[in-house]
């Protein structure tokens, strides 16, 4: 593709969407006719543009340049401003004439943009025609306003967003504030001090918004709050002096904007829903269960192995053989309202699951079973042989679209809510699942408290364990089936802070493998190997759907980055290139950013990028990408194209929800093996797998990632919420 950077001239709108920015425009280029794709739905018909990009040929369409930036340029003639100004309501062509002729042709718009009201004022419109004309012109130049501003830091896309959120001022917010993008878009405090540009807002409101930037960035890295110290450090180190202190904690905690307890400081927003969890654990917790259909059951008698002995069946028709320990969570979940189980892998949460349901549906209970997320309810439903599905489907909720359907006025129907993996429920879901418990409900919370932190603010199920106030069961025997595996075995090693043995012992099945090497390069090589040839073969996988690479990091020989370029060249080099060249038909992607609720897609999911289609009635749009997982076909609209990621190495918290037959995972120096491979993310990785679990890299890595535990403890203060009642 060759660059283009060139003035144009717009001549015609084939197709504009207000809504995303993208736009279809014919142009004159030095007299011949181009066709401009992109971000720009700013531009107007007859006005003059500066416009960067690069040339491509669209299979339909044909030669098109695909537009990154497009700057519009003062009008060079009398015609076309005068053309453009009646446009605004209540300018006819002979006061738009007198509005060129007053201010002049180079400067009429800018003196319009400076004080519209008075402008027109003075073209001869009375006050209030005036106010009427102006707020015409507001909203005529917006999105021109926006793009100037956001165009040049690659942020176009934002600008229906923003126009959406502040209206016909939008433009005006942002240049007075344009940490606001920080606050409401997540954009970095660096890009939006770019924007504000030197000396162009206040210093305070530029230190105001960087405290609440940090505060944003710690709720992004899984804290729910800061130390006060903490937080001043890091706002100073953003602002690049040390002028935050603490009087500006004091502002922003009376304007409502933070809350302060003690030494920690929140957003006001996320200090609530961690106050609003102790409260929903503590009611249930406190609530001895007198009401509902689970009234009946006798926890003693569950206990006692009358209610559910050994070999007792479950709803799929299989004998449930049961721990002591597992009969101690059966018991909890019908003598408390709300109970906790955690274990780690082959100490039978699934079954404890099975009998939990065994008992409340002999008592005619309404029973849910819920997950965090599609793949997780899709396995516990194969599991457990119980119907399961989305917290989010079971609420009722759309993220960004409205509250949920079910809250504590419209509960969920069930007498019994067990939410399975609840380590990766961070502190909003956790809020929304139990604030549509039942009055008389029972809740139990399962999941591995071993695992990686959930993404985003807060650590609740740990929490509520660590916490001592709500009843758990830790589940710690290993049953026979499961204590053959080496995968099993070794990840209650590295839980421990061991190294796990890659030596079958006695009975044991081989399922564990270290594959050494020095040489990254030839550790690269050897993955592609075992994931494009040796694996498939010997386990009869697919090496796409059956296999998942997980890297600690994305840079470097090892890197994810690298390994996903490796492994695709292997395994779909002849991929038709689509979504301008960065994907290819065939493809293994992974869905990143926010969540697609509306199109049940979430952020992780892996896919498979099956077809291009035209973006139906959008005529020029870019085509629509069709893509499959989790057993679906969805459309993904071509704005959306940009989140998708190669999926065939992937960082461990992109795929904490994976659970699949083989896992690769790189454990080398040179994949920051000794610097980001910890205890919590090697066991994460290590039980992804069913069937092999295959490590690469350095026995010495991999012991001293066991050995070292996540030190970036997130701040969280659910637990002792908890411990204060």
């Not at 007053?102 to 009201?117: F, K, N, S």
């Amino acid at each position: 593709m060759s660059a283009f950077d060139a003035e144009v001239t717009i001549r015609r709108r084939r197709f504009a969407n207000e809504e995303n920015g993208f736009a279809v425009l014919d142009a004159d280029h030095d007299g011949r006719p181009v066709v401009l794709v992109g971000p720009l739905v700013h531009l107007e018909e007859r006005e003059r543009a500066r416009v960067l990009g690069s040339w491509v040929r669209d299979s339909r369409y044909g030669e098109q340049v695909k537009v990154t930036e497009a700057h519009p340029l003062a009008p060079d003639d009398e015609a076309t401003l005068v053309a453009y100004l009646q446009r605004v309501r209540h300018i006819g062509r002979k006061r738009a004439q007198a509005l060129v002729a007053r201010h002049g042709a180079d400067r009429v718009l800018d003196a319009i943009d400076a004080d519209p009201t008075h402008a027109f004022r003075a073209a001869g419109l009375s006050d209030a025609r005036a106010q009427e004309a102006a707020r015409a012109w507001h909203e005529l130049r917006v999105t021109r306003q926006l793009h100037l501003l956001l165009a040049p830091h690659g942020l176009a896309y934002l600008v229906p967003r923003i126009h959406s959120e502040f209206g016909a001022t939008a433009h005006r917010v942002l240049r007075e504030n344009p940490y606001e993008l920080t606050r409401v878009f997540g954009v970095g405090f660096q890009t939006a001090d770019r924007i504000a540009g030197a000396g162009a807002v206040n210093p305070r409101s530029r230190a105001r918004a960087a405290l609440v930037h940090a505060l944003g960035e710690a709720e992004r890295n899984g804290n729910t709050c800061l130390p006060q110290p903490e937080l001043l450090a890091e706002t100073r180190k953003l602002l690049g002096d040390g002028s935050a202190g603490a009087e500006l904690i004091d502002e922003l905690v009376e304007d409502g904007d933070l809350a302060r307890e003690d030494e920690w400081v929140y957003r006001a927003q996320t200090a609530e829903l961690e106050a609003e969890l102790a409260a929903l654990a503590l009611e249930l917790v406190s609530t001895e269960p007198r009401r509902g259909r689970l009234r009946e059951v006798e926890p003693d008698v569950v206990a006692g192995g009358a209610g559910l002995g050994h070999g007792t069946a479950g709803p799929a028709g299989t004998a449930l053989e049961l721990s002591d320990e597992q009969r101690d969570a059966v018991r909890a979940a019908f003598a408390h309202r709300l109970s906790v189980i955690t274990g780690g892998p082959g100490t039978g949460k699934t079954a404890t699951i099975k009998a939990i349901a065994t008992v409340a549906l002999k008592h005619q209970a309404r029973v849910m079973l819920v997950a965090p997320t599609g793949r997780a309810a899709t396995r516990i439903t194969e599991s457990s042989g119980l119907r399961a599905t989305t917290v989010h489907s079971a609420l009722g909720w759309i993220p960004g679209e409205g509250p949920p359907e079910h809250d504590g006025d419209d509960p969920l129907g069930a007498d019994l809510l067990i939410a399975d993996e609840c380590s990766m429920a961070n502190l909003e879901l956790m809020v929304a699942l139990l604030r549509a418990v039942a009055p008389a409900a029972h809740v139990v919370l399962v999941g591995d408290a071993d695992q990686l932190a959930p993404v985003g603010a807060g650590k609740p199920f740990a929490e509520l364990i660590a916490s001592g106030v709500v009843p758990s069961t830790r589940l710690t025997h290993i049953f026979r089936q499961a204590a053959g595996s080496m995968i099993v075995q070794g990840a209650h090693a590295i839980r421990r802070g061991e190294s796990p043995s890659f030596v079958a012992g006695p009975g044991m099945r081989r399922d564990l493998f270290l594959i050494e090497h020095d040489d990254p390069i030839a550790g690269r090589a050897e993955i592609v190997a075992l994931v494009a040839e040796r694996l498939p073969k010997f386990y009869g996988v697919d090496p796409l759907d059956d296999i998942q690479v997980f890297a600690p990091v994305y840079k470097g020989e090892l890197g994810i980055d690298a390994l996903n370029e490796a492994l695709r060249e292997k395994l779909n080099p002849n991929g038709v290139a689509v979504g301008g060249g960065r994907l290819r038909l065939g493809d293994k992607l992974m869905m990143t950013g926010r969540n697609l609720h509306e199109l049940r897609l979430m952020n992780g999911t892996v896919l498979r990028l099956i077809d291009e289609v035209e973006g139906g009635d959008r005529e020029g749009d870019d085509p629509a990408l069709i893509l499959a997982g989790d057993g679906r076909i969805f459309p993904l609209p071509p704005e959306e194209s940009a989140r998708l990621r190669l999926a065939y190495a992937c960082s461990v918290h992109r795929g904490q929800g994976i659970e699949l037959p083989v896992a690769v995972i790189v454990a080398h120096r040179a994949a920051g093996g000794l610097r980001f491979l910890r205890r919590e993310m090697l066991y994460t990785a290590v039980t992804r797998a069913k069937l092999a679990t295959v490590i690469v890299g350095s026995r010495d890595v991999v012991a001293r990632a066991a050995r070292t535990p996540d030190t970036s403890a997130r701040h969280s203060r659910l637990a002792q919420r908890l411990l204060d009642g």
